[in-house]
């Protein structure tokens, strides 16, 4: 065990190091891998750095494990890893390409699919472990999503072609694909302008690799395809109008299923023809039970989960022959594991005894579950990989994904519960930094998640720790429309974003009232929708806040749905805002109440506006909205716009760039004695 264990970590090590060779020139210490020395300050970078090693998935023979691999400054490879010859080999994506994701079509090979920036997928390749060098293109040019192997064909793997390029950027459909056929070359897209003869060579050879194409739902715009537990394509589901619906794939046509989606939301397949893993409807009083259903009737079956006290978010594991659901990852403040197979919770208990004080999920087994991989982690520590081999009784790591990180010089996660001004419970993060007392209470920021459909979690979190070892607190509310909560609101909840902003600022109240927090030294900060709350929080409690971040935000709705209008044909999000949110022009006065760009006149507080000027989700033209409302009001503020950067900062080097202003910001506002140009934006809680 201790020579595979040593060879493991180390064959690791070399690899990451070698990968580092962007460190120079972005002048990023990326060839350093362990943690700096405890009395030097943390530097930026390390908080936010990608980690070494993502998603490791086992073959079925259990012999070699794949995973994504970071390289440079943000750039992601593939690596595979022999484990009994403790070989690996890595594969770096195509002229300065991303490897995005993969999927095991056999022992011996994957398809992968690239990606430009962490933007715009560029089609899949095939490699064989044996001549990892040597991949060949199946799809090029096509925006694809590989759906799903077939457990009967595995060399005939489904992908959605979301935008064809060679018919307009339209959705392509699913095809299946001949995964063993090599042909083709490689070729750089993106910025590069192809000749004609080139463009038609990918075109022909995208078609050659095309066996089937299935038809399309019909009954609106296509949103996603899912498969069954056989790897065959089983279910898709449209919109029109603002409405999904569901659709089930059997005897080669599509079938609408009479189940309404605005109640309940599809989780998974399930493990019967035509079964579906679902959170079901709302009962009065009762979080929502994960469970199975038909879907060709909408009847709901057995039980799978129900919380005492919130909806279920989390993840299946699963058999990996028969694909049958073994286990939940259930989040129910912390993570737990609930295991359905008595095996299993042996297996559960074998891997904690070696692994005390840390969150352990089994994550994949090989076909004979033999060869096990296994990621553990704490709010302090990020996570590590692990083999174990059960019947040799031995664990040992793969790597820690960010071994540059000091478990002992981060800060505790604490769960915060706290009430809503109309009566609902709901619960925040609260990490606190050293020497945080009643007697020395610290400076809070406010950080609320993006989404809004989203949550944070409990665990580590390289923002959060970045504040905490500046000094200052953070808080990480989960408002409503965050998942979990959702059986004690109605639906229309989580299209309230007034509401959500509210909770917000309850969430902050609740916190100031232990004592623990200086409430004069208060900010809040947030990316894409968070963007839009800190916002908010300048502008409709103006006395609350000392200074605010926004990364990202979108800040006047009726603008986005006007913008979105034009693209109505090609993107749900239009026809799905006016359902939810209203039309604009008949409810102004609603519009004005959840847009902070009407009110900035009410802001007294200094705020930080970033973005990239590439984004394609929140565009930047929001960003500079708001620009020139502060310019027109004199409200102090600083920007950073950046070029070829999409919904957030992507690229390390302007994320160090990014928080490092950032840092420089809040020292500057949140001050213990406000500078006496600010003196005014200082203000006690309401």
């Known amino acids: 065990m201790t020579s595979l264990k040593s060879k493991l970590s180390l064959c690791v090590y070399v690899l990451l190091a070698a990968a580092g060779g962007l460190a120079a020139a972005d002048k990023l210490d990326l060839d350093r891998v362990k943690p700096v020395p405890a009395n030097e300050p943390i530097p930026v970078a390390d908080f936010f750095r990608p980690s070494m090693l993502r998603y490791p998935v086992l073959n079925q023979a259990g012999?070699?494990?794949?995973?994504?691999?970071?390289?440079?400054?943000?750039?992601?490879?593939?690596?595979?890893?022999?484990?009994?010859?403790?070989?690996?080999?890595?594969?770096?994506?195509?002229?300065?390409?991303?490897?995005?994701?993969?999927?095991?079509?056999?022992?011996?090979?994957?398809?992968?699919?690239?990606?430009?920036?962490?933007?715009?997928?560029?089609?899949?390749?095939?490699?064989?472990?044996?001549?990892?060098?040597?991949?060949?293109?199946?799809?090029?040019?096509?925006?694809?999503?590989?759906?799903?192997?077939p457990k009967k064909s595995p060399q005939k793997p489904l992908v959605w072609i979301r935008q064809d390029a060679f018919d307009d950027g339209r959705d392509g459909g699913v095809v299946q694909l001949d995964a063993l056929l090599d042909k083709g070359e490689v070729v750089r897209l993106g910025w590069v302008t192809l000749d004609a003869q080139t463009w038609a060579t990918i075109g022909e050879n995208n078609q050659r690799h095309v066996l089937k194409s299935y038809p399309a739902p019909e009954g609106g715009m296509v949103i996603g395809y899912l498969p069954d537990k056989d790897g065959e394509l089983a279910f898709g589901i449209t919109s029109k109008d603002g409405q999904k619906t569901l659709h089930?794939?059997?005897?080669?046509?599509?079938?609408?299923?009479?189940?309404?989606?605005?109640?309940?939301?599809?989780?998974?397949?399930g493990e019967k023809p035509g079964e579906l893993v679902v959170l079901a409807p709302r009962v009065a009083g009762k979080p929502r039970a994960l469970q199975f259903m038909d879907?060709?009737?909408?009847?709901?079956?057995?039980?799978?989960?129900?919380?005492?006290?919130?909806?279920?978010?989390?993840?299946?594991?699963?058999?990996?022959?028969?694909?049958?659901?073994?286990?939940?990852a259930y989040y129910r403040g912390g993570p737990q594991m609930v295991w359905f197979s008595e095996e299993y919770r042996a297996i559960q208990k074998i891997v904690e005894g070696y692994l005390p004080g840390l969150v352990v999920h089994i994550i994949d087994s090989d076909a004979a579950q033999r060869r096990f991989l296994v990621s553990a982690f704490s709010d302090r520590q990020p996570t590590t990989?692990?083999?174990?081999?059960?019947?040799?009784?031995?664990?040992?790591?793969?790597?820690?994904?960010?071994?540059?990180?000091?478990?002992?010089r981060m800060q505790p996660m604490n769960i915060m519960p706290f009430k809503t001004r109309d009566g609902h419970q709901l619960d925040a993060y609260v990490t606190l930094p050293v020497g945080a007392s009643k007697q020395h209470p610290a400076p809070l920021v406010v950080l609320p998640h993006g989404g809004p459909w989203v949550r944070d979690y409990w665990g580590y979190d390289g923002e959060a720790q970045f504040l905490a070892s500046r000094g200052y607190a953070v808080m990480q509310p989960n408002y409503r429309g965050s998942p979990g909560y959702g059986w004690s609101f109605k639906i229309e909840d989580e299209w309230d974003f007034r509401s959500m902003h509210n909770d917000v600022t309850d969430a902050t109240k609740t916190l100031l009232a232990s004592g623990l927090i200086d409430p004069q030294?208060?900010?809040?900060?947030?990316?894409?929708?968070?963007?839009?709350?800190?916002?908010?929080?300048?502008?409709?409690?103006?006395?609350?806040y000392r200074c605010a971040v926004t990364i990202a935000g979108i800040f006047d709705w009726a603008q986005v749905l006007q913008e979105d209008k034009y693209y109505q044909f090609d993107n749900i999000r239009y026809s799905t805002f006016k359902r939810w949110l209203g039309d604009p022009k008949k409810q102004r006065e609603k519009f004005d109440a959840i847009s902070p760009l009407r009110h900035i006149d009410q802001v007294k507080i200094p705020i930080f506006v970033a973005h990239g000027k590439d984004d394609p989700v929140a565009d930047v033209a929001e960003s500079r909205g708001l620009i020139s409302e502060l310019k027109k009001y004199q409200i102090p503020h600083e920007v950073m716009l950046v070029r070829e950067e999409g919904?957030?900062?992507?690229?390390?080097?302007?994320?160090?760039?990014?928080?490092?202003?950032?840092?420089?910001?809040?020292?500057?506002?949140?001050q213990p004695t406000p500078p006496a140009a600010t003196a005014t934006s200082a203000g006690s809680p309401p």
């Not at 692990?386 to 790597?399: F, H, Q, S, T």
């Open 295 to 328: 879907a060709a009737t909408g009847q709901l079956g057995d039980i799978l989960l129900q919380g005492k006290d919130r909806d279920f978010t989390g993840w299946l594991y699963r058999h990996p022959v028969s694909h049958n659901i073994l286990g939940v």
């Open 385 to 408: 990989y692990y083999w174990l081999d059960l019947e040799k009784r031995m664990l040992g790591p793969i790597k820690c994904t960010a071994p540059w990180i000091d478990p002992a």
């Open 647 to 670: 919904h957030g900062m992507l690229r390390l080097g302007n994320q160090v760039e990014l928080y490092t202003r950032i840092e420089a910001f809040l020292a500057k506002y949140l």
């Open 63 to 149: 012999t070699h494990f794949a995973a994504l691999v970071s390289a440079g400054s943000g750039h992601s490879e593939l690596m595979v890893y022999d484990l009994e010859k403790a070989k690996f080999e890595r594969l770096a994506g195509t002229f300065d390409r991303d490897i995005r994701g993969f999927y095991w079509l056999d022992d011996k090979r994957l398809i992968f699919s690239l990606t430009m920036e962490k933007r715009y997928a560029e089609g899949v390749l095939v490699a064989d472990i044996d001549r990892l060098d040597r991949c060949y293109p199946v799809l090029q040019a096509d925006a694809v999503y590989v759906l799903a192997v």
């Open 248 to 269: 089930r794939f059997a005897d080669g046509r599509w079938s609408k299923c009479p189940v309404n989606l605005d109640q309940v939301d599809i989780f998974a397949y």
């Open 521 to 544: 030294r208060v900010a809040i900060m947030g990316g894409s929708f968070g963007g839009y709350l800190a916002i908010s929080g300048a502008a409709f409690e103006p006395d609350f």
